[in-house]
């Protein structure tokens, strides 16, 4: 919970704020949303009644002591973060534990059930809670569910081992947004879906039948998951603040001191866990005195080592290593006026956090696994004097991000001790510049950055309403300045409203001048990304001679030229004809059903049949094709399945795109679960727009294709420097 229980003299519960990241990120929105927050309150077998604090509903759940030795330090944390952890350190699997993980579970479900309003947001927290996702959905189908995972998705090769592997995948799939730290956890969990379950995955998106708790094959409906990363950030202006303090800096200067004033100063900070690679860094450090590369009298290590999870034996044996290792290194190389490593097993305010922070010439990350490690970004944040250099282990999740640290892989002993001498003597102006880099990430992506873009991909089922955004008007202003931009259109439902009979479609009035209008201007390229055939698409879109064009969900391009480029080999060619037979012969038996013929596939439509016959032609085709064709590219879309014998998406077609004409600025629009491919491809500074409701990774969204012409005119003003 984000208060701390202190008990007053009388033994009256007394409560006390303290606000971490995520408290930071969340607490406007709690407010302002008459949010409550459902956690524990850090004491075992006290039961207190909800209650307000700071214009915040919190609502505590008990645990007692078998839950804590069993749910917390048990399952959670000697089954699971090991295992999490890609078996660091062995996990032990013990049923007795996994009972206390579903109770402890059942019990944070009821609570958030009792307390959510009709319809609600709900948002998951963390490893200790991944059954949560699905008891909700299960007492309350009506709630918007996200589920975010702090710590990493191990390989499939390595969750399987767990004996429970499928409950917990079950668990999380009742989110409607799994979010994870980096892109690789993301891909590992959706590869064990499709490994335990078969469910179909396409990029980002997980398709998960709605019949039958979920089991395949029982009604055809699926319900859509996006499982995608979203790395967690902190609060980087509020450490910036305190750096800047006078009295904090002053602090920063004692701390030198008090060290005997190295010429360098280097600091690690983690939990005294085995994933930190604490005894990797001390062993490093210590060759490198042996060696004669550095010197105790110029060079000293600050290692804060703050408590964590100590009635584990694990955990109780790893603080026995690493004392152990600094008494002996200490005894060989310190001297009466040198320290070489000074050892604090004890944690530390923020305040003085960051004074070492400022203090430190060299800051250590070697986590062997790490789902983010904030503490880099806690580095950077304050470092407002560009000074300062970060050696950062390529294992954290900070490393996707923060590509200007010196990355390490720190099993690699020779490299880490390289790495260390290089931080160490590298020169004012290469520190300047990398620091530069890397408090622009961090500041441009901050925990607040972090929590509105979950935010903004769950809570798409709310009405949206008609009209630009003021949001959107301000990020169309800034894409309206890039030197060159891409312009990347869906068509169906995007430039043109959804209709019964597909070769109909047209795009509404003033979609073709606002084209033209964008493409009368320089550093400016129009494309047109769709699912449809391009000789279905030229038909339907009609498309100026100076548009780029990819159909097929990628796996057809023209692109300034009159030929479209397509490449099928012989064995795909017989893919074609095996799945034209068999939807032939589907359709032909259920009315209302029709295929559309594709260059690499084809598509069974069902718009006009009745929702039996629909689904029941789409269970069929899945059914058959699946044993006749396993390795075909399957994609459902609104009321049609697709199925390819190349495997492409609008995410593949958008990276040609993007490529081919050099943009450096991209806009994409989309409508459909396919489009989540290529929002999925945006990069930071690009721009994605959803048309309609439904969950999404589009940053932004309008209602219809109505307002997509408005943003496309709206666009060439920006650019032609005209004000409507």
Do not use: C
Not at 75 to 85: G, R, V
Not at 202 to 216: K, L, Y
Not at 369 to 386: I, Q
Not at 585 to 604: F, M, W, Y
């Amino acid at each position: 919970m984000p208060v701390d229980f202190e008990e007053s003299d009388d033994g009256a519960a007394t409560w006390r704020t303290s606000p971490g990241g995520l408290v930071t990120a969340l607490e406007p929105l709690m407010r302002a949303s008459n949010g409550a927050w459902v956690g524990w309150p850090g004491v075992a077998d006290r039961s207190f009644a909800p209650f307000d604090n700071d214009g915040i509903s919190l609502v505590p759940v008990r645990l007692n002591e078998e839950d804590i030795e069993d749910y917390y330090e048990g399952f959670s944390n000697d089954t699971l973060w090991p295992l999490y952890h890609d078996v660091i350190a062995p996990p032990s699997y013990h049923r007795e534990t996994w009972d206390a993980y579903v109770r402890v579970n059942r019990r944070f479900a009821a609570a958030a059930a009792a307390v959510a309003a009709p319809g609600a947001t709900v948002w998951v927290h963390d490893y200790q809670l991944q059954l949560v996702p699905r008891l909700l959905r299960e007492a309350r189908p009506d709630l918007v569910i996200g589920f975010f995972n702090h710590i990493p998705f191990p390989p499939y090769g390595i969750y399987a081992q767990l004996p429970w592997r499928k409950q917990i995948l079950h668990g999380l799939l009742g989110a409607d947004v799994i979010g994870f730290q980096r892109v690789a956890d993301a891909g590992n969990f959706s590869q064990a879906v499709r490994r335990l379950y078969g469910y179909a995955t396409r990029g980002v998106v997980i398709d998960v039948p709605t019949g039958d708790n979920g089991q395949s094959g029982q009604t055809g409906e699926t319900r859509r998951v996006i499982a995608k990363h979203f790395p967690i950030s902190i609060d980087a202006a509020a450490y910036e603040e305190l750096a800047r303090r006078p009295e904090i800096q002053a602090r920063a200067r004692q701390i030198r001191e008090d060290l005997g004033n190295p010429k360098t100063l280097m600091l690690g900070v983690d939990r005294l866990d085995y994933t930190k690679g604490i005894g990797h860094r001390i062993k490093a450090f210590g060759e490198l005195l042996a060696d004669g590369r550095l010197s105790v009298e110029d060079v000293t290590l600050v290692q804060i080592a703050s408590p964590s999870r100590e009635r584990v034996s694990t955990y109780m044996a790893l603080r026995d290593e690493i004392e152990l290792a600094v008494g002996r290194l200490n005894g060989d190389f310190s001297t009466i006026s040198h320290t070489a490593i000074s050892y604090h097993h004890h944690s530390y305010p923020r305040e003085e956090m960051v004074a070492m922070y400022l203090a430190a010439d060299v800051m250590l990350v070697t986590a062997l696994r790490d789902g983010m490690n904030l503490v880099a970004k806690e580095y950077v944040a304050v470092r407002f004097d560009a000074d300062g250099v970060l050696v950062l282990s390529e294992f954290a999740g900070a490393a996707d991000e923060l590509k200007q640290a010196i990355l390490i892989n720190p099993h690699d002993i020779d490299g880490t001790k390289d790495a260390i001498v290089r931080a160490v003597e590298m020169p004012r102006r290469e520190r300047a510049r990398r620091m530069r880099s890397l408090r622009r990430k961090v500041a441009e992506n901050d925990v607040a950055a972090w929590s509105a873009s979950f935010l903004r991909a769950l809570t798409g089922g709310a009405a949206v309403a008609a009209g630009i955004p003021d949001d959107l008007d301000l990020a169309l202003q800034n894409l309206a300045g890039a030197e060159n931009v891409l312009i990347a259109l869906d068509f169906d439902g995007t430039l043109a409203p959804h209709v019964d009979h597909p070769e109909d479609a047209r795009a509404i009035t003033g979609t073709r001048e606002a084209v033209q209008a964008l493409l009368d201007l320089p550093g400016v390229r129009v494309a047109l990304v769709s699912g449809r055939a391009l000789v279905s698409l030229q038909h339907v879109a009609q498309p100026q001679s100076s548009v780029l064009l990819t159909g097929s969900h990628g796996i057809e391009v023209q692109l300034d030229t009159p030929e479209i480029e397509l490449n099928l080999v012989s064995s795909e060619l017989e893919q074609l004809d095996t799945l034209a037979r068999v939807l032939t012969s589907i359709s032909g038996s259920l009315a209302g059903t029709t295929i559309e013929r594709k260059p690499a596939g084809l598509a069974l439509h069902t718009r006009l049949a009745t929702k039996k016959d629909g689904q029941t032609a789409q269970r069929e085709a899945r059914e058959q094709l699946t044993d006749q064709l396993p390795g075909l590219t399957v994609r459902e879309g609104k009321n049609v399945l697709e199925f390819s014998v190349r495997s492409s998406t609008k995410g593949d077609a958008l990276e040609k795109l993007r490529e081919y004409t050099g943009a450096d600025r991209v806009f994409y629009a989309g409508d459909d679960v396919t489009d989540e491919d290529a929002f999925a491809a945006l990069r930071d500074d690009d721009l994605g727009l959803k048309i309609g409701q439904g969950a999404t990774l589009a940053g932004y969204r309008v209602r219809s294709p109505k307002e997509v012409t408005q943003v496309l005119v709206r666009i060439a003003a920006l650019r032609a420097g005209l004000a409507l």
